[in-house]
């Protein structure tokens, strides 16, 4: 009562007993981003915020930059939702509690610098080729979902990046490991939609308790194997090579050890997975939509090989830093793919003291939790008249200044946002650069959309391809 006095201002759908709006959530995953847009919708109606109650629960939807940057740079911790995730990664950077978070976090970031990221542009490289190489079988034919050949692609960059271990998932994409890391996704995705599974007494009841279990439990096995591995390395090496390198790729494992916290075995399997995790679809999945917008606006497209052309003349080589750095308008490109298809539509963080939202003119109370729109703040009124329109230019630095800081936030904003952010440009800009110089693509609109843990299309991501001319 006290809660709902305090957001009395905020505007509401209407709730029903028990559940209160977790009817949003009912239906299939294309009609709950319908409910989310309606929620928008009504949010943008009156100050761009709205509460909603799920269960006993009150949370305030945000759909303003400023309100969002209030959010996002004070209340660190994640929101219970988040707990599904436990079991798989733990404490890892992505779930951790706000302590552990802070001090992990401090320890984790110059890992992802970007003069050691840069270091992976090798690897980005050859698996760039390896991709292009696979899609040859799919030129001159019918439209294809392009996001599984990507996806096996950034699986591979990941996991050798993260893990120094080669899992060629590009030539081989069925193992146990990678089985068994779908089915969790399924079912954490399932019950994170299927309110009625979320209660732990009514899931362990459930077969799908028992498959998790297992499933988690064969994961945790295979990133333990390598824990150990490289802890051996890393003992070994220690005494004969202080602070030299042996030329031998240093992945993100490698860099854990040794370092101001001394980290378990079962800390660095949980930092592991929860990067392997976090890193991986997601840019998968920005890739290939950028794929398919380049495939519907080929102005665009020819504008992007242009730039190719301009930096690598007519050659294939893969991408060094300094012809990232060139890539101006393709990166537009990606942030503008980015700002339409949010692939993580939705960051949800607890409110741990009493805050005042500036905007709506709402103090939330402890307690609640926030539901940051991203998705919807990408098309607020902060991009100005038709933000429906696909417009890279829209990043220009002059067009730029102007606009809320938060008014973009694809990987969230403040201290916890993405760690790996320009780890993942590299990779984005990287592979788009290869295969735009390889394949010219022709796609159709994208289509109905649906929201999963992440957003994707129903129809997938439909491109057709046919070898440039040009290049050798
Ligand atoms: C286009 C690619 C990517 C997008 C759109 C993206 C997006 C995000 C977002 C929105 C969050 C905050 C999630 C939340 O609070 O609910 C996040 C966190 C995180 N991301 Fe990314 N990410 C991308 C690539 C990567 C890559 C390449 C890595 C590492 C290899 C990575 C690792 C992480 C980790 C570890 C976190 C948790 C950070 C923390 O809590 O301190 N991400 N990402």
Redesign the pocket.
């Known amino acids: 009562r006290h809660m709902d006095q305090m957001t009395a201002s905020l505007p509401a759908l209407p709730t029903l007993p028990l559940i209160g709006n977790g009817s949003l959530f009912l239906g299939d995953t294309q009609q709950i981003l319908k409910n989310l847009w309606t929620l928008a919708d009504l949010a943008f109606k009156h100050k761009n915020s709205a509460k909603l109650w799920l269960g006993p629960k009150l949370y305030v939807a945000i759909g303003d930059p400023e309100d969002a940057q209030v959010v996002l740079e004070n209340c660190l911790d994640?929101d219970v939702v988040y707990r599904f995730l436990r079991p798989w990664l733990g404490h890892g950077?992505?779930v951790a509690p706000v302590n552990l978070?802070k001090a992990h976090?401090k320890v984790l970031l110059p890992v992802f610098h970007n003069k050691i990221v840069e270091e992976y542009l090798g690897v980005i490289a050859e698996q760039a080729d390896v991709l292009v190489e696979r899609l040859n079988e799919r030129v001159d034919a019918k439209q294809f979902d392009v996001l599984k050949y990507i996806t096996a692609c950034t699986l591979d960059i990941?996991f050798e990046t993260?893990m120094g271990e080669r899992m060629d998932v590009q030539h081989s994409p069925d193992t146990p490991y990678l089985r068994a890391r779908h089915t969790v996704m399924e079912i954490l995705n399932m019950r994170l939609f299927k309110v009625w599974l979320q209660p732990d007494c009514i899931f362990n009841l459930t077969p799908y308790a028992k498959q998790q279990r297992d499933n988690i439990d064969l994961t945790h096995k295979f990133t333990d194997e390598v824990v150990q591995k490289k802890r051996l390395e890393y003992e070994r090496k220690k005494g004969d090579l202080k602070g030299q390198n042996d030329g031998k790729l240093r992945a993100v494992l490698d860099l854990l050890f040794g370092r101001e916290i001394e980290f378990t075995d079962e800390q660095l399997r949980e930092h592991i997975d929860?990067?392997t995790i976090?890193?991986n679809d997601?840019?998968a999945l920005?890739i290939a939509y950028t794929l398919v917008l380049l495939g519907i606006h080929q102005d665009a497209q020819e504008r992007v090989l242009q730039e190719q052309e301009s930096i690598f003349g007519s050659s294939t080589r893969g991408s060094t830093k300094e012809d990232l750095q060139q890539m101006h308008y393709l990166e537009r490109v990606i942030k503008e793919s980015?700002r339409l298809y949010t692939?993580?539509p939705i960051?949800?963080r607890n409110i741990d003291r009493d805050i005042y939202l500036p905007t709506c003119g709402v103090t939330v109370p402890a307690g609640a939790g926030a539901v940051i729109g991203a998705f919807a703040i990408h098309q607020s009124a902060a991009w100005g008249p038709k933000p429906e329109v696909f417009d890279p230019d829209r990043f220009l630095p002059e067009r730029s200044q102007n606009r809320h800081p938060a008014a973009f936030l694809?990987?969230?904003y403040g201290s916890?946002?993405?760690?790996?952010?320009n780890?993942?440009m590299l990779?984005?800009k990287s592979i788009i650069s290869t295969v735009v110089r390889s394949y010219k693509i022709e796609a159709d609109e994208i289509g109905p959309l649906k929201v999963e843990m992440l957003l994707f299309p129903i129809n997938g991501h439909q491109i057709k391809i046919s070898r440039r001319t040009l290049l050798k």
């Not at 916890?416 to 952010?421: D, K, L, P, Q, T």
């Open positions: 994640k950077l992505f978070w976090r990941v993260a929860s990067i976090a890193g997601t840019t920005v980015m692939v993580v960051i949800a694809p990987f969230s916890r946002n993405c760690i790996g952010r780890f993942g990779i984005m």
